[in-house]
């Protein structure tokens, strides 16, 4: 990788921060591959990977949306959760959960009420989740000129 060709020129922090924005490109693209192949447990473990190198490597994370994470992992499979990661670089930041369809709100309930019983470990904020049906995102329907 070209990258590590570099690294003596930049700071540690700095080329971890570089590492994490590389690989998490790479993450994304096997991400898409996996769920359009319907690889679900795959595409989970992409996103098990960005939480732990965007709490190791871009150091954006909080114990609170860790301990979410960790509740959602702690299910597991078993209980319909194929995968979870942070977003909002851990600054009042959220979880996203890959959860089986027919599991997800009980999987929300389950690691919110988990979460809220043992106390978000630094502030005591009270967690709170809902269930979201993937779409399309934001795209350009008509443009419009002057």
Wanted: charged share 25%; proline share 1%; with cysteine.
């Amino acid at each position: 990788m070209e990258l590590d060709r570099s690294r003596g020129q930049f700071n540690e922090l700095s080329f971890l921060c570089a590492e994490h924005v590389l690989q998490e490109n790479e993450r994304t693209l096997k991400f898409v591959q996996y769920m359009e192949n319907k690889d679900w447990a795959q595409a989970g473990e992409m996103l098990y990977q960005s939480r732990i190198s965007l709490s190791e490597k871009f150091q954006v994370s909080c114990a609170e949306l860790g301990e979410l994470v960790a509740g959602a992992r702690k299910l597991g499979s078993e209980e319909g959760v194929l995968g979870a990661r942070t977003t909002g670089a851990g600054f009042v930041g959220s979880v996203i959960v890959l959860a089986e369809r027919e599991k997800a709100s009980d999987v929300v309930s389950r690691v919110v009420e988990d979460c809220n019983r043992i106390g978000a470990p630094l502030t005591r904020l009270r967690a709170s989740g809902f269930v979201a049906k993937p779409a399309g995102g934001a795209r350009v329907i008509k443009f419009v000129t002057d």
